[in-house]
């Protein structure tokens, strides 16, 4: 499987970047990234990272360099209320790799990293982050429609699914901050159960297309359990064949 990731270097994105890395059926990532990423991952013969100028503009050079790919993971995004980098980046993208879907006829899982309190009803009066909701919630809203629309064009290989995890935590065991004080009132996703689950969305695609934290949580908790029990049999069966 190809992946494509964006927000590489942030807290939700890197944790993505390594699962996929250490996953054997994933043979190929592109990193898309404004900045350049540290030796030890650029060494790594299955990823290939583009330091991207503008993340409006997608030149040839850059698509060629997309063909074949199975799925992205959008993990870029802040907090700051910003149209270019919620709406406008994610949908260039998605503009510029839809011709490549659509002349590869396979199916393209793309998979965009929104948040709980993201609020579509653009009318609605919010209380706090009220900018930051809204602009989340209307790129819920194109992300979709972009399906819909890609549908009636070139058929239904465009499959867009919208990630929707609360507070976000460091993986069990790793919780040196007090960002789990805030998780109490809003409940929390740990960051390599969200990393599992979206992965395997774009591996399998999901019934819904929107993923609640409840749901992210019980999806990402089911892959890191198979892996594990699987990592064990393996084990169980090395010391099998010692005997
Ligand atoms: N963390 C949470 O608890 C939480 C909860 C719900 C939803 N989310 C959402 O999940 C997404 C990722 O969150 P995160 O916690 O991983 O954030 P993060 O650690 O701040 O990472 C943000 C990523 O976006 C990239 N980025 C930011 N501004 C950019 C720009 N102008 N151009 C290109 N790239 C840019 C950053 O690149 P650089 O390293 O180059 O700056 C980084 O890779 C966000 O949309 C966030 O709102 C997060």
Redesign the pocket.
Known sequence: MKVIL?????????EVLSQCRRDPTITSIIAL???PLPQSIQKDPKVEVIV?ED?TVYPSSVIERLEGADVCIW?????EA?Q???ID?PLAFCNAMAPVVARQGKTFRYIH????LAERDQERCLLFLSE?RRI?GKAELEMMDFEVNERKLHGGHWKTFIV??????PRKGDKGDL?WLGSVFIGSVD?DELAAAMIDIGRNGSEEQVSHNAEVVMRGRAVLDRILYGEEREREKASWSLW
């Open positions: 964006t927000g590489v270097t942030g807290f939700i994105g890197s990234s404004r900045r991207m993340f993990a870029m995004g802040t907090t910003r270019d980098l919620e980046y990293t929104s948040g709980r930051g989340k929707k995890p609360s507070m976000v935590l960002r960051v």
